[in-house]
């Protein structure tokens, strides 16, 4: 069997706004491809697919990487058939969902309404679609908006539609535009629609036209047919290059085999022989999910230039740039994964996001298209140090890089999207105040983390003095420690605690969380924080105590229940919020401090009882790779407990056995607690 048959695309896409099995979406791309496709079921914009509807409203275009976060230069395809809609919620039609195919490298579709089976094949930037319509001569296909502004121009010569759109739903994103070409074979296209809001006009080949939330309906005189599409961010010169350079002449079948080859060589950097076969299809649909994200964001220039659009600025840039995600998220679990089975891929991500800084001046936080600030902290620190201790870095680079690092822990941003917040004042103090800053506790202990980051690439470099200053700035998280109640706490600008304490309470001072999630998140120095606590066992009786607990939890700063509490109280692991990255590393504590055999337990326990392969697979939002790889390294018995030391922590083995690129690797043959990075590649 393939390795892209055991994959359910559709894993952890059963959610909801107000419960999370994932918030994941079945995704049709090529690994970190810059257009990927998926089937929008739903009229929200965010949260557009749910595997249980049997409505469809289309074929989305798609950058997505949350419903939080939305999307960016969407459109949706739909073939349809007289008379015809435009708006969302009004043009749907019916679909048999357990008839759909959806794997890696294409779907298949059927469009009850318009009898129209729809197949697509995906590039790097484009696409191939395959339309077969029941016999009428009032068939359609409908290119649609799902935000902003678009424009639309047919071009008889070529056969070409050419559509821009300027949707984004967040971030920072100057003059951008999404440009889409669409190839037509000859004899196929006879006439148009268009339906702007509620209005249609017909137009002939050789129209134009633009407005917000128009589409546009081309009317078809062939059933059958092929259609060739590729987007740029550049222009529309650039999207033609797109389109030839990765197809072609190509057809669908070629273009979907070439996909599955593509997909067959990443999953097969990782395998397993499994206990069984629940396990054996999670752990490969969540490889599947682990090289969706980060997405590339740059193209080809007809010299062979890698070159890209900047957001910050709104002009071509020469160089990589990679896009659609969130650090306080990947650093965790994506990144060191990446330095095991995604090498050539990281240092080129590695270049990307270092280019941020030169571009916009700060490092980057959350990327989506742009910079979006969303999630505290700047925790890509922890994802250059990991790769620089791993020498993914050359010196040049990591020059720049530790300038931006050390910028931005000395700097206040001037916009809140950028830089570390209260920076400033954590510079003055030893801590952020929470009478200035809300998630005080989680900016401190982020910064202090941050810090001995730092301090680890300025080492490498060779610069002792700035090792030094920020070796002693990563005991900061000391400053917030409570030895009365055992818990990390927000203080004032006056060094007094909040009163008024409760270890339940979420928001507020803690991001995602209440006390009992953020108080150990000192992963580069976990010897330090036991002996806050009187010793390792006294640590460890806390995490006993934090397993033991009910999953209580109080709205606190929030002021009303959001989904991360509503999950974490639907499982039976106690103050363990699996379900969000803050609660990742407490399995692992144990081990970090001697006890392997404790932290087996639970890690166990949970990736049986929290995950699985199917369509609500996970115990809380997936992002962006992080909780599919928590999964994988659970099972493989090892995790990457502080990403910057150049190891792992031990579990335990679940699986028979493990390839790493054809070589065996076995976590349960190492001695100790922490396995070397070294002795993994």
């Known amino acids: 069997m393939k390795y892209c048959d055991l994959v359910n695309t559709k894993q952890g896409s059963a959610s909801v706004?107000?419960?999370?099995?994932?918030?994941?979406?079945?995704?049709?791309?090529?690994?970190?491809?810059?257009?990927?496709?998926?089937?929008?079921?739903n009229p929200d914009k965010r949260w557009y697919y749910h595997p249980a509807s049997r409505s469809l409203e289309g074929v989305r275009l798609t950058h997505q990487p949350s419903p939080w976060i939305a999307d960016y230069g969407a459109f949706v395809f739909m073939p349809q058939r007289s008379p015809i809609g435009a708006a969302s919620g009004d043009r749907w039609t019916g679909y048999r969902p357990e008839e759909a195919v959806l794997t890696p490298y294409s779907m298949k579709l059927r469009f009850l309404r318009s009898e129209c089976d729809f197949e697509l094949a995906p590039t790097e930037r484009g696409a191939v679609i395959r339309l077969n319509y029941g016999e009428s001569d009032s068939n359609y296909f409908s290119v649609l908006p799902v935000e902003g502004c678009c424009e639309y121009?047919?071009?008889?010569?070529?056969?070409?539609?050419?559509?821009?759109?300027?949707?984004?739903?967040?971030?920072?994103?100057?003059?951008?535009?999404?440009?889409?070409?669409?190839?037509?074979p000859e004899g196929v296209v006879d006439g148009a629609l268009v339906s702007d809001g509620p209005d249609e006009e017909d137009f002939t080949p050789g129209f134009e036209i633009s407005g917000d939330y128009t589409a546009i309906h081309l009317h078809?005189?062939?059933?059958?047919?092929?259609?060739?599409?590729?987007?740029?961010?550049?222009?529309?010169?650039?999207?033609?290059?797109?389109?030839?350079?990765?197809?072609?002449?190509?057809?669908?079948?070629?273009?979907?085999?070439?996909?599955?080859?593509?997909?067959?060589?990443?999953?097969?950097?990782?395998?397993?022989?499994?206990?069984?076969?629940?396990?054996?299809?999670?752990?490969?649909?969540c490889l599947y999910r682990a090289f969706l994200y980060p997405h590339k964001c740059h193209e080809y220039a007809a010299d062979g230039r890698a070159i890209h659009y900047c957001p910050h600025d709104g002009e071509v840039h020469d160089?990589?740039?990679?896009?659609?995600?969130?650090?306080?998220?990947?650093?965790?679990?994506?990144?060191?994964f990446f330095s095991l089975a995604a090498k050539d891929e990281l240092r080129e991500m590695l270049t990307a996001f270092i280019n941020e800084y030169t571009e916009s001046g700060w490092l980057p936080r959350w990327l989506s298209i742009g910079e979006c600030g969303c999630m505290p902290s700047t925790l890509v620190d922890a994802v250059i140090c990991d790769a620089a201790v791993k020498g993914f870095i050359d010196r040049p680079t990591l020059e720049i890089a530790l300038e931006g690092m050390i910028k931005h822990s000395v700097t206040d941003a001037p916009s809140r999207n950028f830089g570390r917040t209260g920076a400033g004042d954590y510079c003055k103090l030893g801590w952020v105040p929470y009478d200035k800053?809300?998630?005080?506790?989680?900016?401190?202990?982020?910064?202090?983390?941050?810090?001995?980051?730092?301090?680890?690439?300025?080492?490498?470099?060779?610069?002792?003095?700035?090792?030094?200053?920020?070796?002693?700035?990563?005991?900061?998280?000391?400053?917030?420690?409570?030895?009365?109640?055992?818990?990390?706490?927000?203080?004032?600008?006056?060094?007094?605690f909040r009163p008024d304490f409760s270890p339940v309470s979420w928001?507020?001072?803690?991001?995602?969380?209440?006390?009992?999630?953020?108080?150990?998140?000192?992963?580069?120095?976990?010897?330090?924080?036991?002996?806050?606590?009187?010793?390792?066992?006294?640590?460890m009786r806390k995490i006993d105590e934090l397993f033991a607990e009910k999953p209580h939890y109080e709205v606190g700063g929030y002021g009303r229940e959001i989904h991360e509490m509503t999950e974490m109280a639907a499982a039976d692991f106690g103050q363990c919020a699996i379900s969000n990255q803050p609660s990742f590393h407490i399995p692992y504590i144990y081990s970090a401090l001697g006890e392997v055999d404790r932290t087996a337990y639970w890690v166990?326990?949970?990736?049986?009882?929290?995950?699985?392969?199917?369509?609500?697979?996970?115990?809380?939002?997936?992002?962006?790779?992080?909780?599919?790889?928590?999964?994988?390294?659970?099972?493989?018995?090892?995790?990457?407990?502080?990403?910057?030391?150049?190891?792992?922590?031990k579990g335990r083995k679940q699986v028979k056995r493990a390839f790493l690129c054809g070589r065996e690797i076995d976590a349960d043959s190492f001695d100790g607690n922490i396995i070397p990075y070294s002795a993994l590649v």
């Open 17 to 41: 706004n107000r419960f999370s099995n994932g918030n994941s979406l079945p995704l049709v791309q090529l690994p970190f491809g810059m257009t990927a496709f998926a089937p929008q079921t």
């Open 153 to 184: 121009r047919y071009d008889e010569a070529s056969r070409t539609l050419f559509a821009t759109t300027d949707m984004h739903m967040s971030g920072e994103a100057v003059n951008f535009k999404n440009y889409l070409v669409v190839r037509f």
């Open 220 to 285: 078809l005189a062939k059933n059958s047919f092929e259609i060739k599409l590729a987007a740029s961010y550049i222009g529309f010169e650039q999207a033609q290059l797109n389109l030839e350079r990765e197809i072609a002449d190509k057809d669908f079948e070629a273009v979907r085999d070439e996909a599955e080859i593509v997909w067959e060589s990443y999953l097969s950097r990782l395998t397993i022989e499994a206990e069984d076969e629940k396990q054996l299809r999670t752990f490969t649909s």
């Open 319 to 336: 160089g990589v740039r990679y896009t659609d995600n969130g650090f306080w998220d990947t650093y965790r679990t994506v990144y060191p």
């Open 437 to 496: 800053y809300g998630e005080s506790v989680n900016l401190t202990q982020d910064a202090a983390y941050g810090d001995w980051c730092i301090a680890r690439v300025a080492e490498i470099l060779g610069k002792g003095d700035i090792a030094a200053e920020y070796d002693r700035r990563a005991k900061n998280y000391r400053n917030i420690f409570d030895p009365e109640t055992g818990f990390m706490r927000a203080k004032d600008s006056k060094g007094e």
């Open 507 to 539: 928001g507020r001072d803690y991001t995602e969380g209440s006390a009992w999630q953020n108080s150990f998140a000192v992963p580069h120095d976990i010897e330090g924080l036991a002996e806050l606590y009187g010793g390792r066992e006294q640590l």
């Open 604 to 649: 166990e326990k949970l990736c049986k009882e929290a995950f699985s392969y199917a369509d609500d697979g996970f115990p809380g939002d997936e992002d962006n790779g992080t909780m599919a790889l928590w999964y994988v390294f659970g099972v493989l018995g090892f995790y990457p407990f502080c990403p910057g030391k150049p190891e792992f922590v």
